[in-house]
């Protein structure tokens, strides 16, 4: 079947197109162009949304849970409540992120959350819903000094073996993995999961600059929530912040919720990174979506207090929403609408290479897409070409 789709702009997002058409044929994106260009095919179906924005659905590629779910602890017949939720805040694809927890307990998540990505996609009598399309391993590999809220007891040091455990575990739907690279056996690790197409994030970690760069070159491309969780910048010694900021074959990114960094922080990040590197995680927990009061964050407990959550006094993940931190960018920095979308979609697509049929609205991409009012608020979202 065939639909087109057509609102007042459209961001690419590398580009912005008015009076757009969206072609969409069998859940995937079969033509994107404007009407000053090409007449409305004739007998199809036009859904017109007025005045609004399509832009790529979001791409969370560090969120633990929503909704009063945690992905680690979820049974797996409520993970697509998660989904659900998400698509409500214009996400449409998610990497489930792990935390510090004992192995075996982390194997047996990682079997359930292979299982949901490999699940048949929804049907038309399910809501819409993000899917998970890999998993995020944050930790074991994580720096003692450096760990947040990470339990102590359920960091390792890293080996192959162990990655390569872990890997089996999740069938091979290991697609990112945030490691601190000075702990010892750190950058033989970071070799091997690159070699399998993993996203190494640097991140969790107490670097010096010489050992970001020995990371780099062993085949990290990108770092984790900027500035939280890592040896602070100095001007002189400038650490993993340092090389995180000034190389630019890496791609990094931030908690944009105003709490974890400052919004002036922010900006000078967005600058660093630019248009192209800068990536927005929410960092989400199960307290994302309901009220104040106490959750679980994979082993860890969390208290959640207007918007903030802790554990024992230190930050422990957010309850920011991915629409929220584009409109946050669009706040904090001199970026329009268009660029902070596409540090919420094509960018993490990238970062993960994952950018040819996600993060983008273009022939072949899967028709993901979300419809934003002038604001950037979600007024619908689209999976695979359903939902309107
Ligand atoms: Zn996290």
Redesign the pocket.
Known sequence: MKTVFTAHRLYTPIEEISAPLLIVEDGRISEVFSRSQTELPAHTALVDFGDAILAPGFFDI?I?GGAGLDVMRAAPAELPRLGSFLATHGVTSYFP?T?AASLDATYAALELLANAIDAPPATNGDPVQARPLGIHL?GPFLSHKRRGVHPPEYLVTPTVEIFDRLWQAARGHVRMMTIAPEVPGALEVIAEAAHRNVCVSIGHSDAELPIAKDAVKAGAHHAT?TFNAMRPLDHREPGIIGEVLSDDRISADIIADGIHVSPEVVKVFLRAKGHERAVLIT?AISATGMPDGRYQLGPIQVDVKDGKCTSNGSLA?SVLTMDRAVRNVTKFSNWNLREAVRAATLNPAQAVTMSDNHGVLARGANADFVVMSPAGEVLKTIVAGRGF
């Open positions: 560090h633990h992120t935390v944050e929530h960092d993940g």
